[in-house]
């Protein structure tokens, strides 16, 4: 089983950035995508944004496409999430997720992190 744990979460005003970081520890696969939920009061957990294994493909949400962009760095095993021009609407708990394959559907991941919480004032 692999362990996932997130940070880099706060408090940050409108069109400013954060960055967040995934570590893994366990056992990793190939073809292990690591991939961004996030999960605001009243709302169902909805995608973000996945990178491939490779790192050479990533996949967001539309929300957040040209203003987010998801990496990783496999020697560390650790993935990032790189949030820019923030906007109130993105305040959530972001989690990150892993499983072989790429999907948009959290129901379809097994390893999660606990999540950290980000706040965007306005």
């Known amino acids: 089983q692999v362990q996932l744990v997130e940070s880099g979460g706060g408090l940050v005003q409108a069109g400013g950035s954060l960055r967040l970081s995934c570590a893994a520890s366990g056992r990793t696969f190939s073809g292990y995508t690591m991939a961004w939920f996030r999960q605001a009061p009243g709302k169902e957990r909805e995608f973000v944004a996945a990178?491939?294994?490779?790192?050479?493909?990533?996949y967001y949400a539309d929300s957040v496409k040209g203003r987010f962009t998801t990496s990783r760095d496999n020697a560390k095993n650790t993935g990032y999430l790189q949030m820019n021009s923030l906007k109130p609407e993105d305040t959530a708990v972001y989690y990150c997720?892993?499983?072989?394959?790429?999907?948009?559907?959290?129901?379809?991941?097994?390893?999660w992190g606990q999540g950290t919480q980000v706040t965007v004032s306005s």
């Open positions: 997720a892993g499983r072989v394959g790429v999907s948009s559907n959290p129901s379809l991941y097994a390893d």
């Open positions: 990178v491939s294994w490779s790192g050479g493909s990533a």
